[in-house]
């Protein structure tokens, strides 16, 4: 059966019907691959291939953002005194955080609808690699890597699971995500990669604590197969299609 496109749009939480309709005459809307503007075009939700900004819409209803998370915000729908992480994406029915970054952390956040891939994203049962890019108060020690492979204990009833551990040399890649404040003044051994697949409190802040040094930035760059844009700056979003098959 055929719907209009500003209803099909709405349906899939991509906006209210007046947000929806104003990104269709922004000419962000591909039906089949061609452009459309007019929010009345009929579309069939079985065979149509639809797309917001090149990223296709789930005809399940579904919806899912790859949020770049600004620090100063905060991962719930609703708060009394902080902004949420809900004010950076269009207001859909039903959106929720996947997952908790904490107030100071930045990076990738996923913000969806899809109750069961949040699911999946964060059961420990999955084992979903998330990636933290950290700057320390101090250079790390190459021992790390031994520690965080085996669990070292951070104060809950069981030590962490094995983690990846890898210490960025100046000319690294990832180096690219810092905040270029972090980027100018960074001694060598500061900036590591850690890779977890739980997601206890703090769990970040606390490993590092453990072995004696205090994160002064952090960063989410991966969770799953998603990576974050580099292009994608702080507080933007775009719409994605979590994969969780090939990770
Ligand atoms: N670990 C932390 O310590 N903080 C985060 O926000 C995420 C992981």
Request: proline fraction near 6%; charged fraction near 30%.
């Amino acid at each position: 059966m055929q719907i209009r496109l500003d209803k099909f749009l709405a349906d899939a939480g991509i906006g209210t019907r007046r947000e929806v309709k104003s990104i269709i005459k922004k000419k962000a809307v591909t039906v089949n691959g061609d452009c459309v503007v007019k929010p009345e075009t009929k579309v069939d939700p079985d065979t149509d291939e639809v797309s917001v900004n090149g990223s296709s819409v789930s005809p399940r209803g579904t919806v899912t953002y790859l949020l770049h998370k600004p620090a100063g915000y905060v991962c719930a729908t609703e708060d009394s005194r902080f902004p949420t992480v809900m004010e950076l994406v269009p207001r859909g029915r039903d959106l929720f955080p996947v997952g908790r970054l904490d107030k100071d952390t930045e990076g990738l956040l996923l913000i969806t609808n899809d109750g069961a891939m949040a699911h999946r994203m964060l059961s420990p049962r999955s084992h979903v690699d998330k990636t933290y890019l950290a700057v320390l108060d101090r250079p790390a020690e190459e021992k790390y890597a031994v520690l965080f492979e085996k669990g070292v204990e951070i104060g809950d009833d069981t030590p962490t699971l094995p983690a990846k551990f890898e210490i960025c040399d100046m000319r690294h890649p990832a180096l690219e995500y810092l905040p270029e404040e972090y980027r100018i003044n960074l001694n060598p051994g500061q900036a590591v990669l850690l890779t977890i697949h739980e997601g206890r409190y703090h769990q970040v802040k606390r490993m590092f604590q453990a072995v004696g040094r205090e994160v002064i930035y952090l960063k989410r760059v991966s969770f799953g197969q998603l990576v974050l844009p580099l292009s994608l700056k702080k507080g933007e979003a775009v719409l994605c299609q979590p994969d969780l098959q090939s990770s």
